[in-house]
């Protein structure tokens, strides 16, 4: 900086040199050289934006038009379609366990996976001994799994059973429960009077497909059915294999 001024300085005095010498001088003397260039001045400020030009002219045949400037950002365009489907992506992370729901309603399982009867004997005449005690009277028989004919039933669904027998007798009773010939348990009652009586036996079963299931009794048969002294068996299905 202190050398700017000094050159400024010099400058001043070699331009109003000769003007002192020509008014004390009656003649002027030789002009002088010229003086040094100053140092550029710096840049000035940007102007502002000006006006939108007007159209150029069309192209010519024959040339290739050069790339302009880039323009401004325009506005967004509308929303365009939507595109085809990706890839099927990673499975992400399993997500947090939810609350738990409100309790469901009562289901019912499917028909092909019930098997219940409940069928009663309505005669006074006692049974066969060591063959199978025949129920003709249906209540229930879901599926047809019981058959009134035989006095058996059948398993059509391997699973575990429960049955249940109440006898009316007049004399004295033993009834077993059979599964395949094999007796699973007895029951008796021996009447030591006129009067009449009730019996009852049930038993919890496993059964595989096509095995049978009956009621049987030996010399002891006083079993009856007649109007208020019923004698019923039942079975039902409480859960498949």
């Given at each position: 900086m202190f050398t700017h001024h000094i050159t400024t300085a010099t400058l001043v005095a070699m331009v109003?040199?000769?003007?002192?010498?020509?008014?004390?001088?009656?003649?002027?003397?030789?002009?002088?050289?010229?003086?040094?260039?100053?140092?550029?001045?710096?840049?000035?400020?940007?102007?502002?934006?000006?006006?939108?030009?007007?159209?150029?002219?069309?192209?010519?045949?024959?040339?290739?038009?050069?790339?302009?400037?880039?323009?401004?950002?325009?506005?967004?365009?509308?929303p365009g379609k939507i595109g085809r489907s990706g890839a099927k992506g990673v499975q992400g992370f399993p997500g947090l366990e939810g609350l738990m729901g409100d309790k469901g309603m009562v289901g019912v399982h499917k028909l092909e996976l019930q098997s219940a009867?409940?069928?009663?004997?309505?005669?006074?005449?006692?049974?066969?001994?060591?063959?199978?005690?025949?129920?003709?009277?249906?209540?229930?028989?879901?599926?047809?799994?019981?058959?009134?004919?035989?006095?058996?039933?059948?398993?059509?669904?391997?699973?575990?059973?429960?049955?249940?027998?109440?006898a009316s007798s007049e004399a004295s009773l033993c009834v077993s429960l059979v599964r395949d010939g094999q007796n699973l348990a007895s029951f008796c009652d021996h009447v030591t009077s006129n009067l009449n009586q009730v019996s009852s036996g049930g038993l919890t079963v496993n059964l595989n497909k096509d095995q049978a299931v009956w009621l049987e009794t030996n010399d002891h048969k006083g079993m009856i059915g007649v109007d208020g002294k019923q004698s019923v068996f039942s079975g039902f299905l409480l859960y498949p294999y």
């Open positions: 109003l040199l000769p003007a002192v010498a020509m008014e004390n001088c009656p003649s002027a003397g030789t002009p002088g050289l010229p003086g040094i260039p100053g140092i550029p001045g710096r840049d000035g400020r940007d102007g502002e934006k000006g006006e939108k030009g007007e159209p150029g002219l069309p192209l010519k045949p024959g040339l290739v038009a050069q790339k302009g400037q880039k323009g401004e950002h325009g506005p967004p365009g509308p009867f409940s069928v009663t004997r309505r005669t006074k005449a006692h049974p066969i001994p060591r063959s199978p005690v025949r129920f003709t009277n249906v209540i229930t028989n879901l599926n047809n799994h019981y058959n009134v004919d035989t006095g058996k039933f059948v398993c059509h669904i391997p699973g575990t059973y429960y049955f249940v027998y109440h």
